[in-house]
C-alpha cells in the first residue's frame, strides 16, 4: 500500500478557515514542501525557548500547547486538533518557539521546516498576507481569552470555553466537535480553575442535558443551547 503524503490532506485541511481561503496553489505549494510526521501519545513536537521549527497543521489527534513555570506546573492555552495550524509567531520575529507542543493523543502533523517556507515565502508579498491572516486570527483570540479570565464567573468562563473549542477556536469552517478530547484536570489548568468548581460547573451542565462526560472526553449533546447557555452567563 502506497504510503500517505501530505497532500493527501488537502482536503482535510481546507476545512480549516486560514488554509481554506489560500490559493490553491499555495496550498499545493505548502504541501509539496512538508513533511508528514506521526507523535505518539505525551511526546514532544516542540519545546519552549528552541530555535524556530517552522509551521505545523495538525490532521489527526491533539496538541497540547503550554508552558510550564520553573515549579512544574503547567498553564495550558489551546488543544490543537485538525485542521489547526501552529508555530507562525518564530516565522515572523526568527525568535525562538514561545511555547511547548505535546501529543495529548496518538497525533499526526505536517512539518514545513523554517528553511522550506522561507523558499516557499521568497518572492511572494502576498504569501506574506497570508501569513499574516494565520497570525491575526491567533492575536484575536488571545484578547478573547484574556477578558474572559478577567471578568467572567467561573460558570460563563468554562461554558464559553468548552464552545470555543467546539468551534475549533474559530479555525474551522462549516463544522464543530461533538467529542471534545481533554479530561477534567487539563479543563481546569485551561480555565484557571480549581477541579472542584470544574465538577460543580459540569454536574449543573449535565443536568441540563447539554453535555455528558465519556472516557474520550466531554461529549457536547446540543451545541447550540450550550451557546445560548454561555451567552446568558456572559450577560449577567
Wanted: overall charge neutral.
Amino acid at each position: 500500500m502506497k504510503e500517505r503524503s501530505p497532500r493527501d490532506y488537502k482536503e482535510l485541511l481546507r476545512a480549516g478557515t486560514w488554509f481554506g481561503k489560500l490559493s490553491d496553489d499555495f496550498q499545493t505549494a505548502l504541501l509539496d514542501a512538508a513533511l508528514l510526521k506521526r507523535y505518539p501519545v505525551g511526546t514532544t513536537v516542540m519545546t519552549r525557548g528552541e530555535p524556530r521549527r517552522g509551521l505545523f497543521g495538525v490532521i489527526d489527534g491533539s496538541i497540547r500547547i503550554s508552558s510550564t513555570n520553573e515549579d512544574g506546573e503547567e498553564s495550558i492555552l489551546v488543544f490543537a486538533e485538525p485542521p489547526t495550524w501552529f508555530g507562525e509567531i518564530s516565522i515572523f520575529d526568527e525568535g525562538p518557539m514561545t511555547h511547548d507542543a505535546i501529543a495529548d493523543h496518538e497525533s499526526v502533523v505536517v512539518h514545513l521546516t523554517p528553511t522550506k517556507l522561507d523558499a516557499l515565502l521568497a518572492g511572494h508579498p502576498e504569501r506574506w498576507r497570508d501569513m499574516g491572516r494565520l497570525m491575526a486570527m491567533k492575536v484575536r483570540l488571545l484578547f478573547a481569552v484574556m477578558e474572559e479570565l478577567q471578568r467572567l464567573p467561573a460558570s460563563a468562563l468554562l461554558a464559553q470555553r468548552l464552545v470555543h473549542m467546539a468551534d475549533g477556536y474559530g479555525g474551522w469552517d462549516d463544522r464543530t466537535a461533538r467529542v471534545l478530547a481533554v479530561n477534567q484536570e487539563h479543563l481546569a489548568t485551561l480555565c484557571a480553575l480549581s477541579r472542584q468548581t470544574v465538577n460543580q460547573v459540569l454536574n449543573r451542565l449535565e443536568e441540563l442535558k447539554l453535555l455528558r462526560r465519556a472516557y474520550a472526553g466531554i461529549e457536547i449533546l446540543d451545541l447550540q443551547r450550550l451557546r445560548q447557555v454561555a451567552g446568558r452567563l456572559l450577560a449577567r
